[in-house]
């Protein structure tokens, strides 16, 4: 079964140049026919070859904004980040109100629901005897768990996310006011690939609470464009459901489980390539006494997400403003309270909990015998090849290769080295191999030097 | 299929290369995860065994479809009591290996828990075999 995935490869622009497959951690990408190809059951949304790709030839699929229309009651749930893309100037109530304009009657900030994730969490941390406990926080994470650290996925929390406790609570409220379920559409402003496809095949769960997506950088420029109409002459709206605590508003940021975790040994990692080291050693039970792991793919966590537009550190700099200013208030003890989501707290922390997350290994067969063929005729080929993982074959290593040629029918002369000696040895026709190269890298690229 | 690596004495850093090795290869193999959780608890203890107590040695694995057998085979200087020695709470490591963090008198009873079956043979002044097998299915 393929696994839905958000990233994708726009083969019009792919130039085949394979900088996106050097990037990527689950080596889900060849290059053949002068373009890249994404493995849809190793890509885990990361997102890495994203901005890898010099050529802007791979995009995040998303749900063509019309589809908000489908529904008379539309809902848009955005996260913290998303306000923290304008400068300081341009007032959170005021984007509050292009949304509105654009056809939102109601927005809501996603970490509203954070006080209630952050108890569910912190009633994990208490009881949980698995060590280390792992954040389900960031979906790429979750999924690269499945994917390459199969033997640590009863250590991820199983309960939903702060958007998916928001939207079922956002869908409550609006059934109570007497919407039917089927009219109200709840729409999530996402920062990267990697909660698209949370949203759209999620992990332990049925279903989405989630109907559709909308891209950070495409709602950026909706709204940017109404500012710049606007200019001096614009309203503002206050939010009807109370605003952020603190806390809530650093959530995403790098820290933001971390700072409020109640184990004595917590660490929050960013990063794709430092979350999988640190992997490596709990999977290898080289770690001892980590309580909790708060893991985020992004450098700087959601403020670094794919799809947004501003500056990560920038990002994070606004949110940490408005968290401050914030907590002044609360000191102060002006800020209200978000009632209306702590009446529903019963119904939401009762099913706050999704079911524990399946392995989805990469493995050479399902069969073990079989496996261990392919894996002795593996290593065969791997003393063959010349290791220095060139890329020239199409795959991002001489291993990937050995790997291919025993499982994909790759052939051992897709190797320039081979290629070479077979030529010497006459083999191999010039053109025989040049042939070889027009496969993998695509007419063009030959044919210049013809 | 036959896999073979070095341990060094005294080399903490590199411990548990053998371990994430042999990892790889069973996960690639489709292999339980839970079973190879225990084959890498088993082997990193048995690793960190032979850096702290013996003189270096290797670590063989023999992976069928069946089983893995692995054998930790270091140059002494042997256990004279190994009723002792699988007892917890039971150590001769150093001061500077306790220092290190290891050392707990925990590691053969850990390595007894993690595998279907452990033969420790041990000659003084000659080495220790450690052979565990663990079922791969």
Same mark, same amino acid.
């Given at each position: 079964?393929?696994?839905?995935?958000?990233?994708?490869?726009?083969?019009?622009?792919?130039?085949?140049?394979?900088?996106?497959?050097?990037?990527?951690?689950?080596?889900?990408?060849?290059?053949?026919d002068?373009? $890249?190809?994404?493995?849809?059951?190793?890509?885990?949304?990361?997102?890495?070859?994203?901005?890898?790709?010099?050529? +802007?030839?791979?995009?995040?699929?998303?749900?063509?904004?019309?589809?908000?229309?489908?529904?008379?009651?539309?809902?848009?749930?955005?996260?913290?980040?998303?306000?923290?893309?304008? +400068?300081?100037?341009?007032?959170?109530?005021?984007?509050? $109100?292009?949304?509105?304009?654009?056809?939102?009657?109601?927005?809501?900030?996603?970490?509203?629901?954070?006080?209630?994730?952050?108890e569910? +969490?912190?009633?994990?941390?208490?009881?949980?005897?698995?060590?280390?406990?792992?954040?389900?926080?960031?979906? $790429?994470?979750?999924?690269?768990?499945?994917?390459?650290?199969?033997?640590?996925?009863?250590?991820?929390?199983?309960?939903?996310?702060?958007?998916?406790?928001?939207?079922?609570?956002?869908?409550r409220?609006?059934? +109570?006011?007497?919407w039917?379920?089927?009219?109200?559409?709840?729409?999530?402003?996402?920062?990267?690939? $990697?909660?698209?496809?949370?949203?759209?095949?999620?992990?332990?769960?049925?279903?989405?609470?989630?109907?559709?997506?909308?891209?950070?950088?495409?709602?950026?420029?909706?709204?940017?464009?109404?500012?710049?109409?606007?200019?001096?002459?614009?309203?503002?709206?206050?939010?009807?459901?109370?605003?952020?605590?603190?806390?809530?508003?650093?959530?995403?940021?790098?820290?933001?489980?971390?700072?409020?975790?109640?184990?004595?040994?917590?660490?929050?990692?960013?990063?794709?390539?430092?979350?999988?080291?640190?992997?490596?050693?709990?999977?290898?039970?080289?770690?001892?006494?980590?309580?909790?792991?708060?893991?985020?793919?992004?450098?700087?966590?959601?403020?670094?997400?794919?799809?947004?537009?501003?500056?990560?550190?920038l990002?994070?700099?606004?949110?940490?403003?408005?968290?401050?200013y914030?907590?002044?208030?609360?000191r102060?003890?002006?800020?209200?309270?978000?009632?209306?989501?702590?009446?529903?707290?019963?119904?939401?922390?009762?099913?706050?909990?999704?079911?524990?997350?399946?392995?989805?290994?990469?493995?050479?067969?399902?069969?073990?015998?079989k496996?261990?063929?392919?894996?002795?005729?593996?290593?065969?080929?791997?003393?063959?090849?010349?290791?220095?993982?060139?890329?020239?074959?199409?795959?991002?290593?001489?291993?990937?290769?050995?790997?291919?040629?025993?499982?994909?029918?790759?052939?051992?002369?897709?190797?320039?080295?081979?290629?070479?000696?077979?030529?010497?040895?006459?083999?191999?026709?010039?053109?025989?191999?040049?042939?070889?190269?027009?496969?993998?890298?695509?007419?063009?690229?030959?044919?210049?030097?013809? | 299929?036959?896999?073979?690596?070095?341990?060094?004495?005294?080399?903490?850093?590199?411990?548990?290369?053998?371990?994430?090795?042999?990892?790889?290869?069973?996960?690639q193999?489709?292999?339980?995860?839970?079973?190879?959780?225990?084959?890498?608890?088993?082997?990193? &203890?048995? &690793?960190?065994?032979?850096?702290?107590?013996?003189?270096?040695?290797?670590?063989?694995?023999?992976?069928?479809?069946?089983?893995?057998?692995?054998?930790?085979?270091?140059?002494?200087?042997?256990?004279?009591?190994?009723?002792?020695?699988?007892?917890?709470?039971?150590?001769?490591?150093?001061?500077?290996?306790?220092?290190?963090?290891?050392?707990?008198?925990?590691?053969?009873?850990?390595?007894?828990k993690?595998?279907?079956?452990l033969?420790?043979?041990?000659?003084?002044?000659?080495?220790?075999?450690? &052979?565990?097998?663990?079922?791969?299915?």
């Amino acid at each position: 079964m393929a696994f839905f995935h958000a990233l994708q490869i726009n083969e019009n622009v792919c130039e085949g140049c394979s900088h996106c497959m050097r990037v990527c951690p689950t080596e889900a990408i060849r290059v053949r026919d002068g373009k $890249a190809h994404i493995n849809e059951n190793r890509c885990v949304d990361c997102g890495n070859c994203f901005t890898a790709c010099p050529h +802007k030839a791979i995009f995040v699929k998303q749900d063509d904004f019309d589809e908000i229309f489908k529904f008379p009651c539309r809902v848009a749930l955005v996260p913290a980040v998303f306000l923290g893309q304008f +400068k300081d100037d341009i007032t959170v109530s005021r984007i509050y $109100a292009i949304l509105n304009e654009i056809g939102f009657q109601h927005v809501i900030e996603t970490e509203i629901s954070t006080p209630l994730y952050t108890e569910k +969490k912190n009633e994990m941390e208490r009881s949980n005897n698995n060590k280390p406990l792992i954040s389900s926080f960031c979906p $790429a994470i979750v999924r690269l768990i499945q994917v390459k650290f199969p033997g640590l996925v009863d250590n991820i929390m199983p309960i939903k996310a702060p958007l998916d406790i928001t939207a079922m609570f956002i869908r409550r409220k609006l059934v +109570k006011e007497g919407w039917p379920e089927d009219q109200i559409g709840v729409f999530y402003v996402t920062p990267c690939a $990697a909660k698209i496809a949370a949203v759209k095949s999620p992990v332990g769960e049925e279903k989405s609470s989630v109907d559709g997506v909308i891209n950070m950088d495409s709602l950026y420029n909706r709204v940017y464009k109404k500012i710049k109409e606007q200019g001096h002459d614009y309203k503002e709206v206050k939010l009807p459901i109370a605003q952020l605590t603190s806390d809530s508003i650093l959530t995403s940021l790098t820290n933001g489980e971390r700072r409020l975790s109640i184990s004595e040994h917590s660490l929050s990692i960013d990063g794709m390539d430092n979350c999988m080291e640190f992997l490596e050693k709990v999977e290898n039970d080289e770690v001892e006494g980590v309580d909790f792991l708060e893991l985020r793919a992004c450098d700087q966590s959601c403020p670094g997400g794919i799809l947004t537009y501003n500056n990560r550190f920038l990002t994070c700099e606004r949110l940490f403003n408005r968290a401050r200013y914030v907590a002044g208030k609360e000191r102060r003890g002006e800020l209200t309270r978000a009632k209306e989501v702590e009446d529903e707290h019963d119904y939401l922390y009762e099913n706050i909990s999704v079911e524990e997350v399946e392995p989805r290994s990469i493995s050479l067969d399902p069969d073990i015998s079989k496996a261990l063929e392919k894996m002795n005729k593996i290593k065969e080929i791997e003393r063959m090849l010349p290791q220095i993982d060139c890329g020239i074959c199409g795959a991002p290593s001489c291993d990937a290769l050995a790997e291919d040629i025993v499982c994909n029918g790759c052939k051992l002369s897709d190797c320039i080295f081979v290629q070479r000696n077979m030529e010497a040895r006459k083999d191999m026709k010039v053109e025989e191999s040049l042939k070889i190269m027009e496969n993998i890298w695509g007419y063009e690229k030959i044919e210049k030097f013809r | 299929m036959h896999l073979e690596y070095t341990v060094i004495e005294g080399d903490f850093v590199n411990a548990g290369s053998a371990s994430s090795s042999i990892k790889k290869t069973l996960k690639q193999l489709n292999v339980n995860p839970s079973i190879v959780k225990r084959v890498v608890v088993a082997l990193y &203890e048995a &690793e960190v065994n032979a850096i702290a107590h013996a003189y270096g040695g290797v670590v063989t694995a023999d992976i069928d479809a069946g089983k893995i057998l692995l054998r930790v085979i270091d140059k002494g200087p042997g256990i004279p009591d190994i009723e002792w020695a699988m007892q917890e709470g039971h150590s001769t490591a150093s001061p500077e290996v306790r220092n290190m963090g290891f050392g707990a008198g925990m590691g053969l009873p850990n390595i007894k828990k993690n595998v279907d079956r452990l033969n420790v043979q041990s000659t003084v002044g000659v080495g220790t075999t450690v &052979e565990m097998e663990v079922n791969l299915s």
